[in-house]
């Protein structure tokens, strides 16, 4: 069977643009709500046959994919195509209970929060609107939903965050029993008015990641989640709760995205969506694509993402998909450091390996 298994949607619209957030937005706009999903659905028609028509995966992310406008909203996920894993980004001050039945009875079955703090002045460095007693009432609204597929975003290395803070944090998320935790180290674009308003606690911070990186693992390993990839931890047992979407990027599936800001790779083609909101609107009113920026994938480009990506994974990579990429001399040098172990036909970091993440990825590549 041919053709993409995994759809990205994206919808840009928040109620706030965080300082920190480098992604592609737009405030407020709700009059522009229902012609954006027009343009979504549009484009979704022409891109049609570039996907299987059996998905495994559908992800709308932002954004804040819950800001959207309730109706233009329901239209959107009742067109989508059906897929094994249909999952929704939510802020949790967005969260109601309209909303969570609104998610149920248009195929939705995996919600993923963004919690990244539990306290109430790290989330005011943010410029975060929902505060800790919001992020426990949303998981409790999706509970009583019915959802039993919830994942918790937490971001670590906040300016004025002590370890303290982080423990206080792990704890709070711990105690709302998601299926899934993604911990992500915060990243301060350059240029940016975060970055300028908190250059000096960052570098700070910057030295303190590796320790925060390692706090992180432990709690959440030792708590019974999998660390099945390097700022994911899924619950283990009967069901198999890692990001099925995700995963697909991580082990090199081919994914259409549509929306602004979009990317799309299908074979050897890769494309972004330009971002203007006004531009993707009106060329697919006029029934023709969006403006977009094409990639052209250079020779052995996708065989050094799927090291990259792969190796970021629990499970080895099978060494016959990517000998091209290593440098045999590198390898040689992580393995008698114990950083990377070949098994066989198979290739996995060490633990240690992974806490050092790209760094030991990139000596490998030839």
């Not at 094994?84 to 995996?110: H, I, K, W, Y």
């Not at 970055?195 to 390692?214: D, I, P």
Request: charged share 25%; with cysteine; hydrophobic share 40%.
């Amino acid at each position: 069977m041919s053709g993409a298994r995994h759809l990205y949607v994206h919808l840009p619209f928040c109620a706030h643009r965080c300082g920190y957030c480098d992604f592609v937005t737009a405030v407020g706009r709700r009059g522009d709500h229902a012609g954006y999903v027009d343009a979504l659905l549009a484009e979704l028609e022409l891109e049609r046959d570039l996907l299987s028509p059996e998905l495994e995966t559908v992800f709308l992310g932002g954004g804040t994919p819950t800001f959207t406008e309730p109706a233009a909203f329901e239209r959107l996920l009742a067109a989508l195509p059906c897929a094994g894993e249909v999952t929704v980004e939510a802020n949790p001050e967005t969260v109601s209970a309209e909303l969570a039945q609104l998610l149920r009875r248009n195929g939705v079955n995996r919600v993923s929060l963004g919690a990244q703090t539990f306290n109430r002045r790290l989330l005011d460095v943010l410029e975060r609107a929902a505060g800790p007693d919001d992020v426990r009432r949303a998981v409790h609204v999706l509970r009583e939903a019915g959802f039993d597929n919830l994942s918790l975003d937490l971001i670590y290395g906040i300016p004025g965050q002590s370890v303290a803070d982080l423990e206080h944090d792990l704890a709070e998320a711990l105690a709302l029993e998601p299926e899934h935790i993604s911990a992500y180290e915060l990243e301060a674009k350059p240029g940016t008015r975060f970055t300028h308003a908190h250059g000096v606690e960052l570098e700070r911070q910057a030295e303190a990641m590796e320790s925060y990186f390692e706090l992180v693992v432990a709690t959440l390993t030792h708590a019974g989640y999998r660390w099945y990839e390097t700022a994911n931890f899924c619950r283990t047992g009967n069901r198999d709760l890692r990001s099925g979407h995700n995963l697909g990027y991580w082990l090199a599936h081919d994914y259409l995205g549509i929306g602004i800001g979009a990317v799309s790779t299908i074979g050897n083609s890769r494309w972004r969506n330009a971002p203007s909101l006004g531009g993707y609107t009106s060329a697919l009113a006029e029934g023709r694509r969006p403006p977009r920026e094409p990639e052209k994938l250079a020779a052995g480009l996708k065989e050094t993402e799927r090291v990259m990506l792969g190796l970021r994974l629990d499970e080895p990579l099978p060494l016959a998909e990517i000998e091209h990429a290593l440098d045999p001399a590198g390898l040689e040098r992580l393995e008698r450091l114990g950083l990377a172990r070949r098994d066989g036909p198979l290739l996995t970091l060490t633990d240690r390996g992974r806490f050092l993440g790209d760094a030991v990825t990139a000596d490998l590549l030839a």
